[in-house]
C-alpha cells in the first residue's frame, strides 16, 4: 500500500493481523514495544543507521591498501565543498531578490495586468527557498549556516504567503467585484435548493467571498507536519481490535488486566457507558483524530475521511458527510431529460439541521476528546470548541474565527431563503457572529503570548490591513515603523523595507490609494526608504528605476545621494546612464551631487594635512565630482559655473594646486561648446556670461602666475663663474696648459652667460606681457561681471551676491600679489621706469586697481617703486626715468 497516509502497523501479542494465513506462534520472535520506546525508535537519526550499516559492511569487507585510499576519497566527497567558504550564511540567495524584483517590475513596466507581476515576485521567492533548501541538504556551511537558512526560509515562507494573500484577495477585488454578474445582483432567489441559494450567495457578495479567499489561503499555508504524528497501521484495518480482542479473551489479556474497559463497541459506547477503550486503542483514537482534525485545518476533508475508512471508523466518515448543502437535481431536469425517466441520486445531507444541531451538541460536550469537539465545532460554527485548539497561532485563530463567521452567514441565508422548516440552533450560535474589526481587535489582546506578538508584528500587521482593505491605515503603520527604526533596537530590515515598497507600489498601481496629499507622501517616504537600502547596496539600476517613481524634488536628493558615494570614474558612468534610462532629472542630480560635495565638511584625514603643493584627499573629491557634469553638453554652463565656486575657494586658501587641477577639469572648448548652444556671445543668459568671464579671468591668472614661476626658476639657474685654482710650483709646459684651459673654462662661462640673459630676458618679457595681462584685463578689469541688463534668474538661489563679495576680495588679494611680481620681474631685468609707470596703472581711474589696496599693500608697492626711482638716479636719469635736462 504504497500511497498509504499510515506508517507500518506496530506489532502485538493481542491480535495478529486479520489477514495473517496462520494464528499460530510457534517460532515468533517478535517484540512489542510501549509507545514511547516505538517514538524513540522512529525518531531514530537516519543519518545514525546509515553510519552503522555502512560500518557493519565495511566489518564484513576485506581491506586492502587501495581500499584504503579509496574508502578515505569517499569519505572526503560527503564533506561540503565549502564548509569553510560561507561567511554570508546564505545571504546572497535572499539578497538576490532584490535585483530579480526590480527586473519583475521592469519587464512589466508596459504590461496593464499587475496581478501577473504578483506571481512572478511569488516565484522569484519560492526559487530561493529551494536554493536555501538545497543548500542545507549539502551541508553548506555546517550547523550554523544550516540554522541560519532555515531562518530565512521561515522568514522567506511568510513572505509567500503574504504575496498569496494579496494575489487572491486583489483578483476578487480588481476582477471579480469590479465585473459583477448581472444575474447575481438581485441576490438568491426564493424557494431554491441549499446549494443553489449559497452558490448565488457567494457570486453575490463580496465580504463572504472575502472571507472564504481568507480561509482558503490559511488552509494551504498550513504548515501540517509540524502538528501531526504518523499513524500506525497495515494493509486492513480494524477498528478498536485491541479492545475486541480483551473483550473475547478477558482470561488471557497481556495488557489492560485489572483496568475496566467498555463492554460494547457501537460509537457511542466509550461516552454512554462513561469507560474507557483499551489503552492502545485510545493511543489510536487519539492519533486518528489528530489526523483528522489536521485534514479539515488543512482543508482537506477527502483526505480525512479516507483516513476514517482507512482506519475501519466509518462512522466517522458518515458524520464528516453531515456538512453537505442539500440539492435535488431530478427538480432541474429539462423536458427531454424526464422523458427517459432517469432519476439523478441526491445530494447533500437532507437533514443537515438535524445533524448541524447534533454537532452543536457534540462540540459543546466535555465528553469528548478536543480533537473530536474541534473537528465537529468546525463544521457547526462552535468557535470554544475550536479555540481549544487553535489557541496558540495567528492563523489557526483567525481560522477558526472565519470558519465559524461564513458558516454564521451561510445558514442565515439558507434558513432565509428556503421553504422548509429547519430545527433551531441555540442562541450562543447566532450571538457568536462578528466583523473582521473585532475579530482582529481580539487576536491583538489575546491571551496566548505568540498570537498577540505576531499580530503586533509588521508582517501580521500588513496581512491584517490587506484583508481587511485599509491602505490609509496600512501606511499610517508603516511609517511609524520608519519613525521608529532609528530608536528600536531592531529597526525595518532592507527585506522588510522591500516587501512593503512592493506592497505600495501595487496598491499604487491599482488605484488603491487616495489622491490625499497626506497618503501620497506617505507611499512616497516608504519607497524612498526603499531606495536608501538600494543605495547602500550600490546597483545603479534599481536605484534609478524606483528613484523615477517619486517626486522630482525627492528623486533628485535620493540619486544624488547615490551618485555623492561613487568615487571611480567607469561608475559614475553607468550611474548616469541608468539615470538617463530611467527618465530621472540628471540635470538637477548632477548639480544637486556636485553642490553637496563642494559645499560638505569632509572630516579631517588621519595623516593631518597634505605637504606644501600637495592635494588632500577631501580636496581630489571635490574636483573629480565635476567628472558628472561634463556627461551633458546642455551642462556645460553649471560646469562652469561649479569650477569658478570651487577655483574662488581654492584660490583664497592659496591652494594653487587645486586651482589648476580645477581648470585642467573643463574641456578646453568649453567657450565655443556655450556660444553653439546659445547661438551667439550676444544671447548668452546673464549667468553664463559671467560665468564665461571668471572663467577666462582664472585662465590669464594661472598663465601669469606659471610664466612668472618659470622665470623664477630660470632666475636660479644662473650660470656660476669658474673658481680660480691656486697656482703651485709647477714647470713652464704645466703653466702653459693650466692658463689655456682656465681660458676656456671662462669663455665657456661668457657663452653660458650670454645664452642666459638672452633667455632671461626672452622669458621678463612673456612674464611681464602675462602679469599685464591679469593688471589690464578688459571688460572692467579682472574678476569683474561684465555689463548686464539685469541678475541672472533665480539670483538668491545661486548666492549672487555673496559671489560678489568672494571676487572682492579675491581681486583684493591677488591684483596687489600681482603688481609686486610684476614689479620684481622688471627690477631684475633692469627696466626701472618701468616700475615706476606701474604706479600710472594703478592710480589709472578707468580701472581703478588702487581701490583693492589696503594702506599696508599701497604702502609695500610704494616703497617697491621708490627703490626703482633710487635705481634710475643712479643711472643719471629723473626718478620717472626721463633724462634730465639742463
Same mark, same amino acid.
Not at 546564505?90 to 527586473?103: A, C, H, P
Not at 517613481?549 to 568615487?567: C, I, S
Not at 645664452?755 to 602679469?771: G, N
Not at 578707468?846 to 626711482?869: F, G
Given at each position: 500500500?504504497?500511497?498509504?497516509?499510515?506508517?507500518?502497523?506496530?506489532?502485538?501479542?493481542?491480535?495478529?493481523?486479520?489477514?495473517?494465513?496462520?494464528?499460530?506462534?510457534?517460532?515468533?520472535?517478535?517484540?512489542?514495544?510501549?509507545?514511547?520506546?516505538?517514538?524513540?525508535?522512529?525518531?531514530?537519526?537516519?543519518?545514525?543507521?546509515?553510519?552503522?550499516?555502512?560500518?557493519?559492511?565495511?566489518?564484513?569487507?576485506?581491506?586492502?591498501?587501495?581500499?584504503?585510499?579509496?574508502?578515505?576519497?569517499?569519505?572526503?566527497?560527503?564533506?561540503?565543498?565549502?564548509?569553510?567558504?560561507?561567511?554570508?550564511?546564505?545571504?546572497?540567495?535572499?539578497?538576490?531578490?532584490?535585483?530579480?524584483?526590480?527586473?519583475? &517590475?521592469? *519587464? =512589466?513596466?508596459?504590461?496593464?495586468?499587475?496581478?501577473?507581476?504578483?506571481? /512572478? +515576485?511569488?516565484?522569484?521567492?519560492?526559487? $530561493?527557498?529551494?536554493?536555501?533548501?538545497?543548500?542545507?541538504?549539502?551541508?553548506?556551511?555546517?550547523?550554523?549556516?544550516?540554522?541560519?537558512?532555515?531562518?530565512?526560509?521561515?522568514?522567506?515562507?511568510?513572505?509567500?504567503?503574504?504575496?498569496?494573500?494579496?494575489?487572491?484577495?486583489?483578483?476578487?477585488?480588481?476582477?471579480?467585484?469590479?465585473?459583477?454578474?448581472?444575474?447575481?445582483?438581485?441576490?438568491?432567489?426564493?424557494?431554491?435548493?441549499?446549494?443553489?441559494?449559497?452558490?448565488?450567495?457567494?457570486?453575490?457578495?463580496?465580504?463572504?467571498?472575502?472571507?472564504?479567499?481568507?480561509?482558503?489561503?490559511?488552509?494551504?499555508?498550513?504548515?501540517?507536519?509540524?502538528?501531526?504524528?504518523? &499513524?500506525? *497501521? =497495515?494493509?486492513?484495518?480494524?477498528?478498536?481490535?485491541?479492545?475486541?480482542? /480483551? +473483550?473475547?479473551?478477558?482470561?488471557?489479556? $497481556?495488557?489492560?488486566?485489572?483496568?475496566?474497559?467498555?463492554?460494547?463497541?457501537?460509537?457511542?459506547?466509550?461516552?454512554?457507558?462513561?469507560?474507557?477503550?483499551?489503552?492502545?486503542?485510545?493511543?489510536?483514537?487519539?492519533?486518528?483524530?489528530?489526523?483528522?482534525?489536521?485534514?479539515?485545518?488543512?482543508?482537506?476533508?477527502?483526505?480525512?475521511?479516507?483516513?476514517?475508512?482507512?482506519?475501519?471508523?466509518?462512522?466517522?466518515?458518515?458524520?464528516?458527510?453531515?456538512?453537505?448543502?442539500?440539492?435535488?437535481?431530478?427538480?432541474?431536469?429539462?423536458?427531454?431529460?424526464?422523458?427517459?425517466?432517469?432519476?439523478?441520486?441526491?445530494?447533500?445531507?437532507?437533514?443537515?439541521?438535524?445533524?448541524?444541531?447534533?454537532?452543536?451538541?457534540?462540540?459543546?460536550?466535555?465528553?469528548?476528546?478536543?480533537?473530536?469537539?474541534?473537528?465537529?465545532?468546525?463544521?457547526?460554527?462552535?468557535?470554544?470548541?475550536?479555540?481549544?485548539?487553535?489557541?496558540?497561532?495567528?492563523?489557526?485563530?483567525?481560522?477558526?474565527?472565519?470558519?465559524?463567521?461564513?458558516?454564521?452567514?451561510?445558514?442565515?441565508?439558507?434558513?432565509?431563503?428556503?421553504?422548509?422548516?429547519?430545527?433551531?440552533?441555540?442562541?450562543?450560535?447566532?450571538?457568536?457572529?462578528?466583523?473582521?474589526?473585532?475579530?482582529?481587535?481580539?487576536?491583538?489582546?489575546?491571551?496566548?503570548?505568540?498570537?498577540?506578538?505576531?499580530?503586533?508584528?509588521?508582517?501580521?500587521?500588513?496581512?491584517?490591513?490587506?484583508?481587511?482593505?485599509?491602505?490609509?491605515?496600512?501606511?499610517?503603520?508603516?511609517?511609524?515603523?520608519?519613525?521608529?527604526?532609528?530608536?528600536?533596537?531592531?529597526?525595518?530590515?532592507?527585506?522588510?523595507?522591500?516587501?512593503?515598497?512592493?506592497?505600495?507600489?501595487?496598491?499604487?498601481?491599482?488605484?488603491?490609494?487616495?489622491?490625499?496629499?497626506?497618503?501620497?507622501?506617505?507611499?512616497?517616504?516608504?519607497?524612498?526608504?526603499?531606495?536608501?537600502?538600494?543605495?547602500?547596496?550600490?546597483?545603479?539600476?534599481?536605484?534609478?528605476?524606483?528613484?523615477?517613481?517619486?517626486?522630482?524634488?525627492?528623486?533628485?536628493?535620493?540619486?544624488?545621494?547615490?551618485?555623492?558615494?561613487?568615487?571611480?570614474?567607469?561608475?559614475?558612468?553607468?550611474?548616469?546612464?541608468?539615470?538617463?534610462?530611467?527618465?530621472?532629472?540628471?540635470?538637477?542630480?548632477?548639480?544637486?551631487?556636485?553642490?553637496?560635495?563642494?559645499?560638505?565638511?569632509?572630516?579631517?584625514?588621519?595623516?593631518?594635512?597634505?605637504?606644501?603643493?600637495?592635494?588632500?584627499?577631501?580636496?581630489?573629491?571635490?574636483?573629480?565630482?565635476?567628472?558628472?557634469?561634463?556627461?551633458?553638453?546642455?551642462?556645460?554652463?553649471?560646469?562652469?559655473?561649479?569650477?569658478?565656486?570651487?577655483?574662488?575657494?581654492?584660490?583664497?586658501?592659496?591652494?594653487?594646486?587645486?586651482?589648476?587641477?580645477?581648470?585642467?577639469?573643463?574641456?578646453?572648448?568649453?567657450?565655443?561648446?556655450?556660444?553653439?548652444?546659445?547661438?551667439?556671445?550676444?544671447?548668452?543668459?546673464?549667468?553664463?556670461?559671467?560665468?564665461?568671464?571668471?572663467?577666462?579671468?582664472?585662465?590669464?591668472?594661472?598663465?601669469?602666475?606659471?610664466?612668472?614661476?618659470?622665470?623664477?626658476?630660470?632666475?636660479?639657474?644662473?650660470?656660476?663663474?669658474?673658481?680660480?685654482?691656486?697656482?703651485?710650483?709647477?714647470?713652464?709646459?704645466?703653466?702653459?696648459?693650466?692658463?689655456?684651459?682656465?681660458?676656456?673654462?671662462?669663455?665657456?662661462?661668457?657663452?653660458?652667460?650670454?645664452?642666459?640673459?638672452?633667455?632671461?630676458?626672452?622669458?621678463?618679457?612673456?612674464?611681464?606681457?602675462?602679469?599685464?595681462?591679469?593688471?589690464?584685463?578688459?571688460?572692467?578689469?579682472?574678476?569683474?561681471?561684465?555689463?548686464?541688463?539685469?541678475?541672472?534668474?533665480?539670483?538668491?538661489?545661486?548666492?549672487?551676491?555673496?559671489?560678489?563679495?568672494?571676487?572682492?576680495?579675491?581681486?583684493?588679494?591677488?591684483?596687489?600679489?600681482?603688481?609686486?611680481?610684476?614689479?620684481?620681474?622688471?627690477?631684475?631685468?633692469?627696466?626701472?621706469?618701468?616700475?615706476?609707470?606701474?604706479?600710472?596703472?594703478?592710480?589709472?581711474?578707468?580701472?581703478?586697481?588702487?581701490?583693492?589696496?589696503?594702506?599696508?599693500?599701497?604702502?609695500?608697492?610704494?616703497?617697491?617703486?621708490?627703490?626703482?626711482?633710487?635705481?634710475?638716479?643712479?643711472?643719471?636719469?629723473?626718478?620717472?626715468?626721463?633724462?634730465?635736462?639742463?
Amino acid at each position: 500500500m504504497a500511497d498509504s497516509p499510515f506508517q507500518p502497523r506496530r506489532s502485538t501479542l493481542l491480535r495478529p493481523p486479520l489477514n495473517s494465513t496462520t494464528n499460530s506462534n510457534a517460532h515468533n520472535l517478535s517484540i512489542t514495544l510501549l509507545p514511547e520506546e516505538q517514538e524513540m525508535l522512529s525518531n531514530t537519526s537516519a543519518t545514525a543507521l546509515g553510519l552503522l550499516s555502512r560500518l557493519h559492511h565495511r566489518a564484513n569487507t576485506t581491506i586492502n591498501a587501495n581500499d584504503v585510499s579509496n574508502l578515505s576519497m569517499a569519505d572526503s566527497s560527503l564533506m561540503p565543498d565549502n564548509m569553510d567558504d560561507d561567511a554570508d550564511r546564505g545571504r546572497s540567495k535572499t539578497d538576490m531578490l532584490f535585483v530579480q524584483f526590480f527586473e519583475v &517590475l521592469q *519587464s =512589466h513596466s508596459n504590461d496593464t495586468n499587475t496581478l501577473d507581476v504578483i506571481q /512572478q +515576485l511569488l516565484q522569484a521567492c519560492r526559487q $530561493a527557498v529551494e536554493q536555501l533548501e538545497q543548500e542545507i541538504e549539502r551541508g553548506v556551511g555546517g550547523a550554523q549556516g544550516s540554522k541560519q537558512r532555515e531562518a530565512s526560509i521561515e522568514w522567506l515562507k511568510l513572505e509567500i504567503n503574504t504575496w498569496c494573500l494579496l494575489h487572491a484577495l486583489y483578483y476578487d477585488r480588481i476582477l471579480m467585484q469590479t465585473q459583477p454578474d448581472e444575474e447575481m445582483l438581485d441576490g438568491p432567489s426564493l424557494g431554491a435548493s441549499e446549494k443553489e441559494v449559497i452558490q448565488q450567495l457567494y457570486a453575490a457578495n463580496a465580504q463572504l467571498r472575502e472571507y472564504q479567499l481568507v480561509v482558503d489561503w490559511l488552509e494551504k499555508s498550513y504548515d501540517q507536519d509540524a502538528q501531526t504524528k504518523a &499513524l500506525y *497501521s =497495515h494493509d486492513r484495518m480494524m477498528a478498536w481490535e485491541n479492545t475486541l480482542f /480483551q +473483550l473475547e479473551n478477558l482470561q488471557g489479556a $497481556a495488557f489492560g488486566r485489572g483496568h475496566e474497559i467498555c463492554k460494547q463497541l457501537d460509537p457511542d459506547a466509550p461516552v454512554r457507558e462513561g469507560k474507557p477503550l483499551h489503552a492502545l486503542d485510545m493511543e489510536d483514537n487519539q492519533r486518528l483524530g489528530r489526523a483528522i482534525f489536521a485534514g479539515v485545518r488543512n482543508g482537506q476533508i477527502d483526505k480525512a475521511l479516507k483516513l476514517c475508512k482507512h482506519y475501519g471508523q466509518t462512522w466517522r466518515a458518515a458524520i464528516l458527510e453531515g456538512w453537505r448543502l442539500y440539492e435535488d437535481p431530478n427538480y432541474e431536469q429539462d423536458v427531454a431529460d424526464t422523458e427517459k425517466h432517469e432519476k439523478l441520486p441526491i445530494e447533500g445531507n437532507p437533514r443537515r439541521d438535524v445533524w448541524k444541531r447534533c454537532a452543536w451538541m457534540l462540540a459543546d460536550s466535555k465528553k469528548y476528546d478536543e480533537y473530536t469537539r474541534a473537528t465537529a465545532g468546525m463544521f457547526c460554527g462552535h468557535l470554544d470548541a475550536l479555540k481549544c485548539l487553535l489557541s496558540s497561532s495567528w492563523q489557526d485563530s483567525l481560522w477558526a474565527h472565519l470558519k465559524v463567521q461564513i458558516d454564521i452567514r451561510v445558514e442565515s441565508e439558507i434558513r432565509s431563503n428556503c421553504l422548509k422548516r429547519y430545527h433551531p440552533m441555540p442562541d450562543e450560535y447566532w450571538n457568536g457572529k462578528m466583523t473582521l474589526e473585532q475579530i482582529f481587535d481580539e487576536l491583538t489582546v489575546a491571551k496566548d503570548v505568540a498570537v498577540r506578538d505576531y499580530a503586533q508584528s509588521q508582517l501580521g500587521v500588513i496581512q491584517q490591513h490587506i484583508i481587511l482593505d485599509s491602505c490609509g491605515e496600512l501606511l499610517q503603520h508603516m511609517c511609524r515603523w520608519l519613525d521608529a527604526a532609528p530608536k528600536d533596537a531592531t529597526p525595518v530590515s532592507p527585506h522588510q523595507l522591500r516587501i512593503m515598497a512592493h506592497i505600495v507600489l501595487f496598491m499604487r498601481e491599482i488605484g488603491r490609494m487616495d489622491q490625499q496629499p497626506q497618503q501620497q507622501q506617505q507611499a512616497e517616504r516608504i519607497v524612498a526608504a526603499y531606495v536608501e537600502v538600494l543605495i547602500q547596496r550600490g546597483e545603479p539600476q534599481p536605484i534609478a528605476y524606483y528613484a523615477a517613481g517619486l517626486p522630482n524634488k525627492l528623486q533628485v536628493q535620493l540619486y544624488a545621494k547615490y551618485l555623492m558615494q561613487l568615487d571611480q570614474k567607469r561608475p559614475r558612468e553607468l550611474a548616469l546612464e541608468a539615470a538617463l534610462h530611467a527618465g530621472l532629472d540628471v540635470e538637477q542630480i548632477t548639480k544637486h551631487a556636485v553642490e553637496s560635495i563642494r559645499l560638505g565638511n569632509s572630516p579631517p584625514s588621519a595623516l593631518g594635512e597634505p605637504q606644501t603643493g600637495k592635494i588632500s584627499a577631501t580636496d581630489k573629491r571635490r574636483i573629480q565630482a565635476l567628472e558628472y557634469l561634463t556627461h551633458l553638453t546642455e551642462q556645460r554652463g553649471e560646469l562652469l559655473w561649479q569650477a569658478n565656486a570651487m577655483m574662488r575657494v581654492y584660490l583664497a586658501s592659496k591652494k594653487l594646486e587645486c586651482v589648476r587641477q580645477v581648470f585642467a577639469m573643463v574641456p578646453s572648448d568649453v567657450p565655443t561648446q556655450l556660444i553653439s548652444i546659445y547661438g551667439s556671445l550676444e544671447h548668452l543668459p546673464p549667468r553664463e556670461e559671467c560665468s564665461l568671464k571668471e572663467y577666462l579671468c582664472y585662465k590669464i591668472y594661472l598663465a601669469g602666475v606659471d610664466r612668472f614661476n618659470d622665470w623664477l626658476r630660470l632666475q636660479q639657474k644662473r650660470p656660476q663663474p669658474p673658481q680660480a685654482q691656486t697656482r703651485k710650483t709647477m714647470s713652464g709646459q704645466d703653466k702653459f696648459t693650466e692658463r689655456m684651459n682656465e681660458q676656456h673654462k671662462e669663455q665657456t662661462y661668457r657663452n653660458e652667460l650670454a645664452r642666459w640673459e638672452q633667455l632671461v630676458a626672452e622669458q621678463s618679457k612673456l612674464t611681464i606681457d602675462a602679469l599685464y595681462n591679469v593688471l589690464l584685463f578688459p571688460e572692467k578689469g579682472w574678476l569683474t561681471d561684465p555689463f548686464t541688463a539685469k541678475q541672472p534668474e533665480n539670483a538668491a538661489g545661486l548666492n549672487w551676491d555673496h559671489r560678489k563679495l568672494q571676487m572682492e576680495k579675491l581681486r583684493s588679494i591677488c591684483l596687489p600679489e600681482m603688481a609686486l611680481l610684476l614689479h620684481e620681474v622688471m627690477m631684475k631685468s633692469g627696466d626701472y621706469a618701468s616700475c615706476v609707470r606701474l604706479a600710472d596703472e594703478i592710480a589709472d581711474e578707468r580701472r581703478q586697481l588702487y581701490k583693492v589696496y589696503t594702506k599696508h599693500n599701497i604702502a609695500e608697492l610704494l616703497s617697491k617703486i621708490a627703490e626703482s626711482s633710487l635705481e634710475l638716479l643712479n643711472t643719471k636719469v629723473d626718478p620717472w626715468g626721463y633724462a634730465i635736462t639742463a
